[in-house]
């Protein structure tokens, strides 16, 4: 080890002038000293004890060698090792290197500050690829980049020296905004470097989003520094000071005081015009942010109210961002949207120019949808206007109806297969199924909708709303629109059923069997199913009706597969004769164990293995909206309780034929049912003679 860490120690302290001279020369220089650090920190990491001899050596050459290293532009692997090698010293149980005199300033002046202060790299990104600078800066995945670990390191530092940091880094951020006041125009970066150590060293609350810092007091701090570039009049002046200051509101927004936060809201508003993308962007996410903002027992701190004075100018000018170049698909602006119509009172003033804005980027993306993320809020926009619209004036429906459909129909005929199952969601949503069921009939639309049902229901990740859609057509037509269609619904169903056999999906279909058999019948249930497959209808009720009963969860749920599976018993030819009596006691066992067992004793709790190959793309995280959330509906408001249901039929059936039942139940269900059943059949006076 002994050989291995001198060189080492030699490749950073010893200096190559012959390479040196040249920008590759150093390049290639820098590229072993930045393998040399990350090497040393996996022996800080890994083999701490055998290492300790060598560390004030290797600490002292990191010192020397990054005093040299931050005064550059470049050099950034080599500089983040470096950092990184420091840092992780700092929290390790040789912390006390830092304890000597000076030295935690040194790193402060020497190292820390010229990393995070601005370079010309950071505004070329600013300017050139503003996705990729908010992705570092706001998002926090900039970890690797010289800013964020230089902070990293006084974070570090700060484990076992806290007050020792505090104290160093407040003077230099006094200094900083010194520098600034003496020359603005010359000295900007100095405040942008202040404002950037105060947001990035602030320190998360546990359990929510609130921040803190002891570096200086916040709402001083926001008032003297950030609000006066917040009110500056020329949004297009000092960019990267702007998007500082709404970066440092957006960050500190549960303690900015509401009455001021209100009165910054119309100067957020004017940023939303900044020809900056980075700037309207922050403005943005930060009016979303603030919107998100909860007091003391969860109640929302910004009502309606609070958005009214300034509504239609701020949709106006959130609409008018996406005109700038670049920003035509940007999240930010439209999540922002999203929130501000989750909040917003929406009047048929607000209402109309929203929906045809959104209808026209809708349109608009359709031809090519790139932004899963930008593509989901814009469909959470539309289902959230139209929700919070029609919760006010459900008048609005056929407005909505009217601007939408064209859209929504152009994605089913051109095949938008991104977008499908957020159409049907809004279709649901705008109740266009079970208002106007008949249209469905004209054109062809039912065979383009069960298309649709088809491709959603043979891939794992969107079988849900395949049956979604399916569930919704059966339950709204009359079995004579639907007959011609019903043998291509079971081929559909049964051949995911032989290719991709989930729990999950057989518990959607057993759903469906039973919702198809309260709307339509057993024997038409029966029949149709037989008609694509002789027999087919008992193979499906041994192997999967039977035992997958117990798996249903939820009140709703529970109650139509019971009642279902208790008309099949109880009404249906199909399991009243002698040769089906096997048949009829498994199923009256499953039955019982559904009604009568907690569901944590009869759903096991093992999730099942998503299919990798599934998830890429536009996976379900994107399908589901959650403003387009359906209200769960009772297909059998009449019956109020299953199990009165099953003990009231159960009654009926054996009072035909007495005697025969009671041998029935005695052979197929386990004995714990049998008691289960006697007690609900006692509990309704309905015993089965």
Request: charged content about 20%; overall charge negative; hydrophobic content about 45%.
């Amino acid at each position: 080890m002994k050989e291995w860490m001198t060189e080492f120690k030699k490749y950073l302290a010893n200096s190559y002038p012959v390479l040196e001279s040249s920008v590759e020369g150093l390049g290639l220089v820098d590229e072993l000293r930045a393998a040399v650090c990350e090497n040393i920190s996996l022996y800080m990491e890994k083999n701490e004890e055998e290492f300790k001899d060598y560390l004030n050596d290797f600490a002292q050459a990191v010192w020397t060698l990054l005093g040299n290293v931050s005064q550059s532009s470049s050099r950034d692997s080599l500089a983040v090792m470096a950092i990184k090698f420091l840092t992780t010293v700092s929290t390790s149980v040789h912390h006390t290197l830092f304890a000597v005199d000076g030295v935690i300033p040194q790193i402060c002046q020497s190292i820390v500050i010229p990393n995070v202060r601005l370079r010309d790299e950071d505004e070329e990104l600013f300017e050139m690829n503003y996705i990729e600078f908010i992705r570092r800066d706001m998002e926090g995945s900039d970890i690797d980049t010289r800013r964020r670990i230089a902070c990293e390191l006084l974070k570090g530092i700060a484990t076992n020296y806290k007050q020792q940091v505090i104290s160093i880094v407040s003077v230099q951020i006094q200094n900083l905004l010194t520098s600034y006041a003496a020359n603005p125009a010359a000295n900007w970066k100095d405040k942008d470097c202040a404002v950037y150590l105060v947001v990035s060293l602030s320190t998360k609350k546990a359990g929510g989003n609130s921040v803190s810092t002891d570096l200086v007091d916040v709402q001083s701090f926001f008032g003297s520094v950030v609000v006066p570039e917040l009110q500056s009049q020329d949004v297009n002046a000092f960019l990267m000071l702007k998007a500082g200051a709404l970066k440092f509101f957006t960050m500190f927004r549960n303690q900015i005081p509401k009455g001021l936060a209100l009165q910054l809201f119309p100067y957020l508003i004017q940023f939303l015009g900044s020809e900056s993308n980075v700037v309207h962007s922050y403005a943005a996410s930060c009016i979303e942010k603030l919107l998100l903002v909860k007091d003391e027992g969860g109640k929302s701190r910004y009502t309606s109210a609070d958005v009214a004075p300034n509504l239609l100018v701020l949709i106006n000018n959130l609409f008018t961002a996406f005109r700038f170049p670049e920003s035509e698909e940007n999240q930010y602006i439209m999540k922002s949207i999203m929130r501000v119509l989750g909040v917003a009172e929406i009047t048929p003033e607000i209402a109309g120019p929203c929906i045809a804005g959104l209808t026209s980027i809708l349109a608009e993306v359709c031809k090519n949808p790139k932004n899963p993320i930008f593509n989901h809020y814009l469909f959470e926009s539309v289902a959230v206007l139209v929700r919070r619209a029609c919760e006010r004036d459900i008048s609005l429906i056929p407005s909505f109806e009217t601007s939408l459909f064209p859209i929504l129909q152009e994605i089913l005929g051109n095949d938008v297969t991104e977008f499908l199952p957020y159409t049907f969601q809004l279709l649901a949503q705008l109740a266009f199924l079970e208002k106007a069921p008949e249209k469905l009939n004209q054109e062809e639309r039912l065979a383009q909708v069960l298309g649709i049902f088809n491709r959603l229901v043979s891939v794992p990740s969107t079988d849900e709303q395949g049956f979604f859609v399916l569930n919704t057509v059966i339950e709204n037509l009359d079995y004579g629109a639907i007959s011609p269609y019903v043998g291509h619904i079971w081929n559909a169903l049964f051949t995911r059923l032989q290719s991709k056999r989930t729990v999950k999906y057989i518990k959607s279909l057993l759903i469906f069997m039973s919702l198809f058999l309260v709307k339509h019948g057993f024997a038409n249930l029966v029949d149709s199913m037989n008609s694509v497959q002789a027999g087919i209808f008992s193979v499906i009720l041994e192997q999967f009706w039977i035992p997958n009963l117990k798996l249903i969860t939820g009140p709703i749920e529970v109650k139509l597969v019971s009642v279902a599976s208790t008309r099949l018993i109880c009404e249906s030819l199909t399991l009243s004769d002698a040769g089906a009596a096997r048949h009829w006691g498994k199923m009256l066992d499953s039955i019982v164990t559904l009604l009568s067992r907690p569901e944590e004793d009869r759903v096991g709790d093992e999730p099942e293995m998503p299919d990798i190959t599934e998830n890429t793309g536009y996976t379900v995280a994107f399908v589901n909206l959650y403003n387009a959330g359906r209200k769960e509906e009772d297909p059998l408001k009449d019956i109020k309780d299953p199990r009165e249901f099953l003990a009231t039929s159960l009654a009926k059936l054996s009072a035909l034929s007495p005697g025969r039942f009671p041998q029935i139940i005695s052979e197929n269900l386990d004995p714990a049912n049998q008691a289960a059943l006697h007690q609900i059949c006692s509990a309704y006076n309905c015993p089965v003679v």
